[in-house]
């Protein structure tokens, strides 16, 4: 059953007709707080649009520590970034907007089965027991128009497989990200939204955060303003990844083409490394720099992977000098088609447009060649849990491991 607090009826209507199932329609939370009082297999509450924010988020903290269990999905008329950090702060598990009926069941069973994950396995955030992590898939090239987020997206894609695996796509591209206008996404919230959440970076609130693209995958979309990007510490882009990691059973992570903080901090969750390049002087270049960058700051060599794009264009360099130009071996390529920049422009994904093609059979043996390989699930365990949004100061670190060298 769901607990529904809402005094006008005509509000409550349609959401009890979205919620589905067993409802139980309340006109206030004192009468709710006693009704939870005495029926303990309760677990999820939505408190409407009518209920004052203070109120709702006094009802969530007063039972956060003494019935963890307990979710609660509040409902706005409009969804504020103030509104939405105040709430997950309180411990609430998302925020929806009143018309949004779609997104409130999404989120109510989304919220049960935290409730009983929680209530039927013990699953606490303050037990400190070990936690099954996701692969952290980096797609990264130093320079620009390389196809980086072209390969990103047709590889989460790949990746999900209509639903068989659970995929998060991250576009770190924080100035000038393109994987939102590439995968026709027109999302409600995005990577900016994370600012306001200090140390609220909880799975439920990440999950808040996310646009679903199709079955099995979801997307955290860059900031739509570039300014916003000053505002996105390393920091908070590593506990976004962490998180994100323990709940996804592979991160695709779409890069901007530069070394900066937060790159490298995407990197230093990463187990899966591709280093995409084009057959020409630059690209090839950079991504010379790219790897012995990598040497000097130990960064695993067999978790990086160089990937060739547009590798049959004939532009008087061949894949075999390119390989032997980095003292590396090449281990894919993708070849060069006009229909990728096509399907884009007809807001479509290679993959999804035309399956059998060629690239799209590229991408393909990518995921699951190179990023599942042996290992088709989680592939390690995580440190005992840190408070939320917590970073932990002696985890591996690229920077930390070039000091120690």
């Given at each position: 059953m769901?607990?529904?607090?809402?005094?006008?009826t005509t509000?409550a209507d349609?959401?009890?007709?979205?919620l589905?199932?067993d409802?139980?329609?309340?006109?206030?939370?004192?009468a709710?707080?006693?009704f939870l009082a005495?029926?303990?297999?309760?677990?999820?509450?939505?408190i409407?649009?009518d209920?004052?924010?203070q109120?709702?988020?006094?009802?969530t903290?007063?039972?956060?520590?003494?019935r963890p269990?307990?979710s609660v999905?509040?409902?706005r008329r409009?969804?504020?970034?103030?509104?939405l950090?105040?709430?997950?702060?309180?411990?609430m598990?998302d925020v929806?907007?009143?018309?949004?009926?779609?997104k409130?069941?999404?989120s109510t069973?989304?919220?049960?089965?935290t409730?009983?994950?929680?209530r039927?396995?013990?699953?606490?955030?303050t037990?400190?027991e070990?936690a099954s992590?996701?692969?952290?898939v980096t797609?990264?090239?130093?320079k620009g128009g390389?196809?980086?987020?072209?390969l990103s997206?047709?590889?989460?894609?790949?990746?999900a497989?209509?639903?068989r695996?659970?995929v998060?796509?991250?576009?770190?591209?924080?100035g000038f990200g393109d994987?939102?206008?590439?995968?026709q996404l027109?999302?409600?919230r995005?990577?900016?939204?994370?600012i306001?959440?200090g140390?609220?970076?909880t799975?439920d609130?990440?999950q808040g955060?996310?646009?679903?693209?199709s079955?099995g995958?979801?997307?955290?979309?860059?900031p739509?303003?570039?300014?916003e990007?000053q505002?996105i510490?390393?920091d908070?882009?590593?506990?976004?990844?962490?998180t994100?990691a323990k709940e996804?059973?592979y991160?695709?992570v779409d890069t901007?083409?530069?070394?900066?903080?937060?790159?490298v901090?995407?990197f230093d969750?990463?187990?899966v490394?591709?280093?995409l390049?084009?057959?020409?002087i630059p690209?090839?270049?950079?991504?010379?720099?790219?790897l012995e960058?990598l040497?000097?700051?130990d960064?695993p060599?067999?978790q990086r992977?160089v990937?060739?794009?547009?590798a049959?264009?004939k532009?008087?360099i061949?894949?075999?000098?390119?390989?032997?130009?980095l003292?590396?071996e090449?281990e894919a390529?993708?070849?060069s088609?006009?229909?990728?920049?096509?399907?884009?422009?007809r807001?479509?994904?290679?993959?999804?447009?035309?399956p059998?093609?060629p690239v799209s059979?590229?991408?393909?043996?990518?995921?699951?060649?190179?990023v599942?390989g042996?290992?088709?699930?989680?592939?390690?365990t995580a440190?005992?849990?840190?408070?939320?949004g917590?970073?932990?100061?002696?985890?591996?670190?690229?920077?930390?491991?070039?000091?120690s060298?």
């Open positions: 769901t607990l529904l607090v809402e005094r006008d509000r349609p959401l009890v007709a979205a589905g199932g409802v139980l329609v309340m006109d206030s939370l004192e709710a707080r006693r005495d029926e303990m297999s309760e677990d999820v509450v939505v409407g649009a209920v004052d924010l109120a709702a988020t006094a009802f903290e007063g039972f956060r520590l003494t269990s307990l999905v509040l409902v409009r969804v504020e970034t103030s509104v950090t105040e709430a997950l702060h309180a411990g598990r929806v907007e009143e018309r949004d009926l779609t409130l069941r999404q069973d989304r919220a049960r089965r409730s009983a994950a929680i039927d396995q013990g699953v606490l955030q037990t400190g070990a992590r996701g692969k952290v797609v990264f090239s130093a390389t196809g980086k987020t072209t997206t047709n590889l989460a894609v790949a990746l497989a209509g639903g695996r659970e998060c796509l991250v576009d770190l591209d924080l994987v939102g206008i590439t995968m027109f999302p409600a995005t990577m900016a939204d994370v306001g959440l140390a609220a970076i799975p609130a990440m955060l996310l646009t679903q693209h079955p995958l979801k997307v955290l979309v860059a739509i303003a570039p300014d990007k505002k510490t390393a908070v882009v590593g506990a976004v990844l962490d994100l996804f059973a991160v695709v901007a083409p530069e070394l900066d903080d937060v790159t901090t995407a969750r990463t187990d490394l591709l280093l390049a084009t057959l020409d690209a090839i270049k950079n991504l010379k720099l790219t960058t040497d000097l700051l960064f060599k067999e992977h990937v060739l794009n547009r049959d264009a532009v008087g061949t894949a075999n000098e390119t390989a032997k130009s003292k590396t090449v390529e993708i070849p088609s006009r229909d990728v920049p096509a399907t884009v422009n807001g479509a994904l290679i993959i999804t447009d035309a059998r093609h059979v590229a991408v393909k043996n990518i995921a699951e060649s190179i599942v042996d290992n088709p699930g989680p592939t390690a440190a005992p849990s840190q408070p939320s917590h970073v932990d100061s002696t985890s591996r670190g690229l920077f930390r491991r070039r000091r060298s």
